[in-house]
C-alpha cells in the first residue's frame, strides 16, 4: 500500500486483520494475558478477507504497527503532518466559530480576534504534544493513553473521544448541508446536503490511512482560494472597528468564555492526534512532529477564524447578511460571495465540500475507537465502524440541523473540559514518572504490564467536578462560574486542569507504591 510520504508494502496492513482476536495480527507481540478466541463463521471470515483485499483499503486496525513495518523518512513526509492539520481545519465549522464572538459573546472585532488567536495556540499546543507518541509508540492514540490512564480507565477517555469526534461530524454535516441549502437558494433542503457530506466521509474513512493522507494532500488547494475569494468579496464589509456589545464584567465573562471556547476546538483532537502518525520510523523526533503539528493545527484555525469574526463583525451594518444570518451561518457564508454571483455561488458549494476534510479524521478515529472499547469490538473490523458511526452523526445531524449554534456552545465548550483534563495528567505521567519508568510499547494490550489506573481515574474525575462547578452552559451555570464578572463566565477548563494537576502527583506516587506500575 502506498503512504503520501513514502512506499510501504502491500502486505503489512493485510495482515493485520481484527478478524483473530486471539492473537491479534502476526505482527502482534506477546502478551502474558492473552485473550479467549472467539469464534468466527467462515463464511463472514471470507467475505471480510475478499473486502480487507480491495486495492486502497486499510485492513489494519488497533494493532501495533512494529518498528520494522514503519514507512522510510522523508522531508515531504514530515511536512504531510502539517499539511493534513491545516487542510483538515481550513473548513466552513470553523469559520462559524469565529463568528461567535460577535454573535454570540457581544465581543468586539479586536477582543474576538485577540481570544480566537491565543486560544487557538494554547490548545493546538496541546495537541500536538499529544501527537508525539504515534511514531514513538506504533500505537494509536487511545492505546497510548492506556500508559499514562490505565487499561480500564483509558477506555472511559476512549468512550468520551468517541461522542466529541461524533459532535464533530454533526456539526459538520449541519454546516455543510446549510451551505449547499443556501447556494441552492432553498431549492435543496440541508437534509440533502448533510447526506452528500456524510457519504463522502465515508468513504473515505472506510478505505483508511492511505486514501485519507492522499485526500488531505490536496483538498486544502481549493479550500485555500476560494477563502481568499471569501475575503476579496466579503473584506469591505468588514468592521474592523467593531466595539464590545457587553459593558463592565459582562466584556471579561465574554472574553473567557471564547477564549475557553476557541481553545477547545483544536484541543479536541489531542485524543486522536496520534493515530495519523503510526506508520513514520520510530526515529522521528519528538519536536519534528510537535512543530509540524502545531503548525498546521495553528495556521489552519487562526485564518478562518478571523474570516469568520470579519463576517460576523459585518452583520450589525449590513442588511442582508443580517437577513442571511438569521436563516443560518452557513447562509451567512454564502451571502458572503453575494457580489460574485454565479461564481459565489461556485464557490460557496466548494466551501461546503471542505467540512468533508475536516470530518474525515474524526470519523477514522472514531471507528478506531470502537476497536480500543473492547474485545468484541476489536472483533468488528474498522471499516464496518466507519459505517456505524457515520449513520450515528448522519441521523444526529438530521435531528438536530435547526439548532447548530445551541451545539456550538454547548457541545464544544463541553467536551474541552474532558480533554485538558486527560493531556495535564499524561503531561504530569510523562514529565514526573516515566523518565524513570520508561515505556514498554511491546505491552499495549497486557492489562498485568500496564497502570493500575486509580490514580488518573480519580484524578480525572476530580478534574470533571472542578469543571462542573466551573462551567457557565445555556442549560447550567456552576457557583463559581456565576461570580465571574457578575454575569457568570465559563472557566470549567480551568479548574478542571488545575484540580487535576494538584491531585494526580500524590495519587499516582502512591498507586506506584503500593502496585510498582
Given at each position: 500500500m502506498n503512504h503520501p510520504a513514502v512506499h510501504v508494502p502491500v502486505d503489512i496492513e493485510k495482515t493485520a486483520g481484527t478478524i483473530d482476536i486471539s492473537s491479534n495480527s502476526p505482527s502482534s507481540e506477546n502478551v502474558s494475558d492473552p485473550v479467549a478466541p472467539i469464534h468466527i463463521p467462515p463464511k463472514l471470515s471470507k467475505w471480510n478477507q475478499r473486502i480487507e483485499n480491495l486495492s486502497g483499503l486499510e485492513a489494519r486496525g488497533i494493532t501495533r504497527v512494529l518498528p520494522e513495518e514503519r514507512h522510510k523518512a522523508s522531508v515531504i513526509g514530515y511536512v504531510q503532518m502539517a499539511i493534513l492539520w491545516f487542510s483538515a481545519n481550513v473548513s466552513a465549522n470553523n469559520l462559524a466559530v469565529g463568528m461567535l464572538g460577535p454573535l454570540l459573546f457581544n465581543l468586539g472585532f479586536l477582543d474576538s480576534a485577540m481570544c480566537a488567536v491565543f486560544g487557538i495556540m494554547v490548545g493546538s499546543a496541546a495537541t500536538a504534544y499529544t501527537s508525539i507518541w504515534g511514531a514513538q509508540s506504533g500505537n494509536r492514540t487511545m492505546i497510548v493513553a492506556r500508559y499514562f490512564m490505565g487499561y480500564w480507565p483509558a477506555k472511559l477517555a476512549c468512550f468520551l473521544n468517541m461522542i466529541l469526534m461524533v459532535g464533530?461530524?454533526?456539526?459538520?454535516?449541519?454546516?455543510?448541508?446549510?451551505?449547499?441549502?443556501?447556494?441552492?437558494?432553498?431549492?435543496?433542503?440541508?437534509?440533502?446536503?448533510?447526506?452528500?457530506?456524510a457519504l463522502v466521509s465515508w468513504l473515505v474513512a472506510a478505505f483508511g490511512m492511505a486514501i485519507f493522507h492522499v485526500y488531505e494532500r490536496y483538498a486544502w488547494i481549493p479550500q485555500i482560494i476560494v477563502l481568499f475569494i471569501?475575503?476579496?468579496?466579503?473584506?469591505?464589509?468588514?468592521?474592523?472597528?467593531?466595539?464590545?456589545?457587553?459593558?463592565?464584567?459582562?466584556?471579561?465573562?465574554?472574553?473567557?468564555?471564547?477564549?475557553?471556547?476557541?481553545?477547545?476546538?483544536p484541543v479536541s483532537w489531542a485524543a486522536a492526534s496520534s493515530d495519523f502518525y503510526v506508520y513514520y520510523p520510530e526515529s522521528t523526533k519528538p519536536w519534528v512532529v510537535y512543530l509540524m503539528t502545531f503548525s498546521g493545527l495553528t495556521l489552519s484555525f487562526v485564518f478562518v477564524n478571523l474570516i469568520g469574526i470579519g463576517l460576523a463583525s459585518g452583520v450589525a451594518t449590513n442588511a442582508a447578511w443580517s437577513a442571511a444570518n438569521d436563516v443560518s451561518s452557513g447562509a451567512l457564508i454564502v451571502a458572503g460571495f453575494d457580489g460574485l454571483r454565479g461564481f459565489g455561488k461556485f464557490c460557496g458549494v466548494i466551501v461546503a465540500l471542505g467540512v468533508i476534510s475536516n470530518n474525515i479524521p474524526g470519523t477514522y478515529a472514531s471507528a478506531l475507537g470502537c476497536q480500543v472499547l473492547g474485545r468484541y469490538g476489536k472483533l468488528v473490523p474498522r471499516y464496518l465502524w466507519v459505517c456505524v458511526i457515520v449513520?450515528?452523526?448522519f441521523v444526529c445531524?438530521?435531528?438536530?440541523?435547526?439548532?447548530?449554534?445551541?451545539?456550538?456552545?454547548?457541545?464544544?465548550?463541553?467536551?474541552?473540559?474532558?480533554?485538558?483534563?486527560?493531556?495535564?495528567?499524561?503531561?504530569?505521567?510523562?514529565?514526573i514518572f516515566r523518565p524513570k519508568?520508561?515505556?514498554?510499547?511491546?505491552?499495549?494490550?497486557?492489562?498485568?504490564?500496564?497502570?493500575?489506573?486509580?490514580?488518573?481515574?480519580?484524578?480525572?474525575?476530580?478534574?470533571?467536578?472542578?469543571?462542573?462547578?466551573?462551567?457557565?452552559?445555556?442549560?447550567?451555570?456552576?457557583?463559581?462560574?456565576a461570580k465571574v464578572g457578575g454575569v457568570g463566565a465559563d472557566i470549567g477548563t480551568w479548574l478542571g486542569i488545575a484540580f487535576a494537576l494538584v491531585l494526580f502527583p500524590p495519587l499516582r506516587y502512591l498507586e506506584l507504591k503500593k502496585f510498582g506500575r
Open positions: 464533530y461530524g454533526t456539526i459538520d454535516c449541519i454546516i455543510g448541508g446549510q451551505i449547499l441549502s443556501a447556494v441552492s437558494g432553498g431549492g435543496m433542503s440541508i437534509l440533502v446536503g448533510i447526506v452528500i457530506v471569501l475575503v476579496g468579496s466579503a473584506g469591505p464589509s468588514f468592521n474592523a472597528s467593531l466595539p464590545n456589545a457587553a459593558t463592565g464584567g459582562a466584556v471579561t465573562a465574554g472574553r473567557l468564555s471564547f477564549f475557553s471556547l476557541q481553545l477547545s476546538v449513520m450515528v452523526y445531524a438530521a435531528a438536530g440541523r435547526d439548532h447548530l449554534y445551541a451545539i456550538f456552545q454547548n457541545f464544544l465548550a463541553l467536551m474541552g473540559y474532558w480533554v485538558m483534563i486527560f493531556v495535564s495528567i499524561v503531561l504530569e505521567e510523562h514529565l519508568l520508561g515505556f514498554d510499547w511491546t505491552a499495549w494490550e497486557d492489562k498485568k504490564r500496564l497502570p493500575i489506573g486509580f490514580a488518573a481515574l480519580f484524578a480525572f474525575l476530580t478534574g470533571w467536578a472542578g469543571a462542573i462547578i466551573g462551567m457557565a452552559q445555556t442549560w447550567y451555570v456552576g457557583p463559581v462560574a
